[in-house]
């Protein structure tokens, strides 16, 4: 939970970090192990699939808000 004083941005980031971001870090370092990436490569992936993550998060959550809004003041969509 965000506390008074807390900053938003890293509370977010945080809980992406653990959701989405891990979930593609595993897929990466998984791959690159049975590659037989080095311990440099695996640190360098595992970096590389939070960011990844993260990034599939808050483009999805800013997509996901975006049609929640239009949703809101169109009212609604239907298909032909």
């Known amino acids: 939970n965000l506390s008074p004083g807390d900053d938003p941005r890293s509370h977010v980031e945080l809980i992406h970090s653990r959701k989405t971001g891990q979930l593609?870090?595993?897929a990466c370092r998984m791959g690159a192990m049975l590659?037989?990436?080095s311990e440099e490569n695996l640190t360098a992936i595992d970096a590389y699939g939070v960011a990844v993550g993260l990034m599939f998060?808050?483009?999805d959550d800013l997509f996901i808000g975006a049609w929640l809004e239009m949703n809101h003041c169109f009212g609604g969509f239907h298909e032909d």
Do not use: K, N
Request: charged fraction near 10%; hydrophobic fraction near 45%.
């Open 24 to 26: 593609i870090r595993c």
């Open 35 to 37: 590659g037989g990436a």
């Open 57 to 59: 998060q808050v483009v």
